[in-house]
Structures are given as C-alpha cells and as structure tokens.
C-alpha cells in the first residue's frame, strides 16, 4: 500500500526556517506520475492547503497566506517532496500533512484536500512568538 511520511517538523521562534520532507513509498506507478500537496492544520481549524506540485515539478502553487515565504519542491529520484518554510510566524504552527494522487500524464497542480487520495500521518510545527 502507498505510504507516505512527513518529517522535519519542531519548534523554531519567530522567524526562523524549517524544511519538511514527504517521503513516497509502496507506490505501484513511478513517483513522477503523482500530484503532490501539502495542507495543514491548526487547532479549532479546518485543514488548509498550503502548496502543490505537478508530477514533473514544473508548476507550483502556493497559498497566498504563505506565498514569498514558503516553497515547494520535489525530488522523483529520492521519491521524495519538500516543503521549504521561512519567516514562520506563529500562525504557521500546524500539524503539516504531504498528500498524492497519481494523475499519469494530467501534469498539474491540485489545491483542494478532495482532490487527494493518499495521505500522511502529519508533522508538527510550532512557532514560538
């Protein structure tokens, strides 16, 4: 079955940086040929997209509430997906979740939670003020 695993999360000020990784496994098709997004969610909140990627990496979107300060990346050799974060202010603290769903040759981004299949376990990050 299709596993995928965040990782990277912790406590960092105000300020300050952290990268996320999501790492693939268990897949029946190539790494390559998955959509890929990250969503979070904050206590009493519904969960929020942040970014997505297309299978290529080719296009990229990312949520105005964090757009100039976070990037989204991936790497289908290491079977992996990023999540570069800096200047986190305290209303970035969420647990993180990675999502993917195979999309063959359909190269574009999905933005809503309803448009994933897989999903992982999520990564906290805390954002001290």
């Known amino acids: 079955q299709v596993r995928l695993v965040e990782s990277g999360g912790g406590l960092v000020q105000a300020g300050g940086s952290l990268r996320l990784s999501c790492a693939a496994s268990g897949l029946t098709l190539p790494f390559r040929l998955y959509a890929m997004g990250w969503f979070r969610q904050a206590p009493g909140k519904e969960r929020e997209f942040v970014a997505a990627i297309s299978q290529s990496g080719g296009s990229q979107y990312v949520a105005d509430s964090v757009k100039g300060r976070f990037t989204i990346s991936r790497d289908n050799d290491k079977i992996t997906m990023y999540l570069q974060m800096n200047s986190l202010k305290p209303e970035d603290a969420a647990v993180y979740f990675c999502?993917?769903?195979?999309?063959?040759?359909?190269?574009?981004?999905?933005?809503?939670?309803?448009?994933?299949?897989?999903w992982g376990q999520g990564t906290q990050v805390t954002v001290s003020s």
């Open positions: 999502a993917a769903r195979y999309r063959g040759a359909y190269d574009n981004v999905l933005k809503t939670s309803n448009e994933y299949r897989y």
